[in-house]
């Protein structure tokens, strides 16, 4: 069994930047590609971005060249810088595996772009 806290977000102004966190236990950090995910009002829930066990990256289009994705595989932890955000980045933003496991669902981190 294994747990998945995320942090970071908050209220930002469109241009904006915010970084977030997501504190693994070591047994899911140690053996998974992570990912960031996405769910905005009224919207199915979208993987934002990926990344595996050794450093490699892949985003979804619509984040491409403004959010990059790392991981501190010491910390047991997995950040997501966003840049230039806009308000349709608006949404509550989750960590899990990839693929994603229903059992790692945690309660995400609203992030609120203002335009």
């Known amino acids: 069994q294994g747990q998945l806290v995320e942090s970071g977000g908050g209220l930002v102004q469109a241009g904006g930047s915010l970084r977030l966190s997501c504190a693994a236990s070591g047994s899911i950090f140690s053996i998974n590609a992570m990912g960031w995910y996405r769910q905005a009002p009224a919207k199915q829930r979208e993987l934002v971005a990926r990344?595996?066990?050794?450093?490699?990256?892949n985003y979804a289009d619509s984040v491409k060249g403004r959010f990059t994705i790392s991981r501190d595989n010491a910390k047991n932890t997995v950040y997501l810088q966003m840049n230039s955000l806009k308000p349709e980045d608006t949404a509550v933003y989750y960590c899990?595996?990839?693929?994603?496991?229903?059992?790692?669902w945690g309660q995400g981190t609203q992030v609120t772009v203002s335009s």
């Open positions: 899990n595996i990839f693929p994603a496991m229903n059992r790692y």
């Open positions: 990344i595996t066990r050794g450093g490699s990256t």
